[in-house]
């Protein structure tokens, strides 16, 4: 039997409050869709442009049944959730990816087992369950390494980089008991990202790989494309794993992949992500389908969009440190060319907090980025001056 094709009228739910999902009803909004809105928070992002909201607890089954019997099919905008939420909706409706997808990603251990049993290359990683095993996965991968909470994190949250046995332990104390990870430092050359979707029909789209740059373990910069030949190898293996990664999770949905590439130029995958991801922003301007539309088409098993460049990007994000100074001088960024504002209605700009983000169009992705840093300072009323400013 075919699967069904949710046609434009329908609606469509989504788990998950944040900006993503603010970005992803929009464009469903512009297709025709309904969407509602599953989320604890009062006046999130997504709230504030969607049909309808359902301010719940995930842990609620009865606001889930109301939700999932409400909508047409289920997607998330958000991987932190409780994975019995999903089960749940699925008793009443499509949920897709589904939650055999989010037990894989949303904990590190068994993220990286399941990968790594279909052969896809990861970081080497030990489950530490005592302190005698954190002496273990020292003895194993030398220092430094990094331990990480398996469940939960995000951003950088619940992770230390540890360099001594000391330092091993004291983290151990401060992350466990909850199940915790160690993985062998990697010294990377870079990082790099994939989105990969896939329909209920198996019809897979890939997006061109896009480099990733961090400050404080969130991210800072993102560019695409890359065009030199080393580049290209790269881009070629990047999107085999995606499309390996995709079909063996039975992952129908958007995927983001994030990579380190080390020393010789291969891959290591670092973790999943189930849905839109910070890194693929870009692709509103720069790509002929966006990610949000592209997460739409593969839930609502429609046909899969062209992911073709159409003119160099690069985004930068706007952390509630722009707001350090007063309030950012948006108009200087409104007044050049090839420059895209988008901020995601949060009232409060705090350190860390991912208030929006600036995409900027050129004739290179390089010149995308610098554009881009120099247009964020001038809104953080830092130096720098651009010309027409």
Same mark, same amino acid.
């Given at each position: 039997?075919?699967p069904?094709?949710?046609e434009?009228?329908?609606?469509? @739910?989504v788990? !998950?409050?944040?900006?993503? !999902?603010?970005?992803?009803?929009? $464009?469903a909004?512009?297709?025709?869709?309904?969407? *509602?809105?599953?989320?604890?928070?009062?006046?999130?992002?997504?709230?504030?442009?969607?049909h309808?909201?359902?301010q719940?607890?995930?842990?609620?089954?009865?606001?889930?049944?109301?939700?999932?019997?409400?909508?047409?099919?289920?997607?998330?905008?958000?991987?932190?959730i409780s994975?019995? &939420?999903?089960?749940?909706?699925?008793?009443?409706?499509p949920?897709?990816?589904?939650?055999? +997808?989010?037990?894989?990603?949303? /904990?590190?251990?068994?993220?990286?087992?399941?990968?790594?049993?279909? !052969?896809?290359?990861v970081t #080497?990683?030990?489950?530490?369950e005592?302190?005698?095993?954190?002496?273990?996965?020292?003895?194993?991968? @030398?220092? #430094?390494? *990094?331990?990480k909470? &398996?469940?939960? @994190?995000?951003?950088?949250?619940g /992770?230390?980089? $540890?360099?001594? $046995?000391?330092?091993a332990?004291?983290?151990w /104390?401060?992350l466990?008991?909850s199940? +915790?990870?160690?993985?062998?430092?990697? #010294?990377f050359?870079?990082? +790099?990202?994939?989105?990969?979707?896939?329909n209920?029909?198996?019809e897979?789209?890939t997006?061109?790989? $896009?480099?990733?740059?961090?400050?404080?373990?969130?991210l800072?910069?993102s560019?695409?494309?890359l065009?030199?030949?080393?580049?290209?190898c790269? %881009?070629?293996?990047?999107?085999?794993? !995606?499309?390996? *990664?995709?079909?063996?999770?039975?992952?129908?949905?958007?995927? %983001?992949i994030?990579?380190?590439v *080390?020393?010789?130029?291969?891959l290591?995958?670092?973790e999943?992500?189930?849905?839109?991801?910070?890194?693929?922003?870009?692709?509103?301007?720069?790509n002929?389908?966006?990610?949000?539309?592209q997460?739409?088409?593969a839930?609502?098993?429609?046909?899969?969009?062209?992911?073709?460049?159409k003119?160099p990007?690069?985004?930068a994000?706007?952390?509630?440190?722009?707001?350090?100074?007063?309030?950012?001088?948006?108009?200087?960024?409104?007044?050049q060319?090839?420059?895209?504002?988008?901020?995601?209605?949060?009232?409060?700009?705090?350190?860390?907090?991912?208030?929006g983000?600036l995409? %900027?169009?050129?004739?290179?992705?390089?010149?995308?980025?610098?554009?881009?840093?120099?247009?964020?300072d /001038?809104l953080?009323?830092?130096?720098?001056?651009?010309?027409?400013?």
């Amino acid at each position: 039997m075919n699967p069904r094709i949710i046609e434009p009228g329908g609606t469509i @739910g989504v788990f !998950g409050g944040g900006q993503l !999902g603010r970005m992803f009803t929009m $464009v469903a909004a512009r297709l025709g869709y309904r969407v *509602v809105i599953f989320t604890p928070e009062l006046n999130s992002p997504a709230s504030q442009v969607a049909h309808e909201t359902i301010q719940a607890d995930y842990e609620d089954p009865s606001a889930v049944r109301r939700f999932a019997e409400s909508v047409d099919v289920v997607t998330l905008e958000f991987e932190n959730i409780s994975v019995d &939420a999903l089960e749940r909706a699925c008793e009443h409706v499509p949920v897709r990816p589904g939650p055999h +997808v989010l037990r894989v990603a949303q /904990q590190r251990i068994v993220e990286k087992s399941t990968l790594r049993k279909n !052969g896809f290359p990861v970081t #080497p990683f030990l489950a530490i369950e005592s302190e005698s095993d954190v002496d273990m996965a020292a003895k194993q991968f @030398g220092w #430094p390494m *990094v331990l990480k909470t &398996a469940s939960w @994190g995000y951003d950088g949250k619940g /992770q230390r980089k $540890v360099s001594s $046995v000391r330092e091993a332990h004291d983290a151990w /104390q401060m992350l466990g008991p909850s199940p +915790v990870i160690a993985e062998k430092w990697i #010294p990377f050359e870079r990082e +790099v990202s994939i989105l990969v979707a896939r329909n209920e029909l198996g019809e897979i789209a890939t997006y061109p790989v $896009v480099q990733n740059e961090h400050s404080n373990h969130i991210l800072d910069l993102s560019k695409s494309p890359l065009l030199s030949e080393q580049d290209k190898c790269l %881009c070629d293996a990047a999107e085999e794993i !995606g499309r390996g *990664v995709v079909d063996a999770l039975d992952c129908c949905g958007l995927l %983001c992949i994030e990579f380190f590439v *080390v020393d010789d130029g291969s891959l290591l995958i670092n973790e999943l992500a189930p849905r839109p991801h910070n890194s693929g922003h870009l692709t509103i301007e720069s790509n002929q389908t966006s990610q949000f539309e592209q997460q739409l088409r593969a839930v609502c098993n429609l046909p899969m969009g062209k992911t073709d460049i159409k003119r160099p990007a690069a985004m930068a994000n706007l952390l509630g440190e722009v707001w350090n100074c007063g309030a950012p001088k948006f108009h200087l960024a409104m007044k050049q060319s090839e420059t895209f504002l988008h901020l995601y209605g949060k009232s409060d700009p705090r350190p860390g907090r991912k208030m929006g983000h600036l995409t %900027c169009l050129d004739e290179s992705a390089d010149a995308a980025a610098e554009r881009a840093l120099l247009i964020r300072d /001038q809104l953080a009323q830092r130096t720098h001056r651009l010309p027409g400013m």
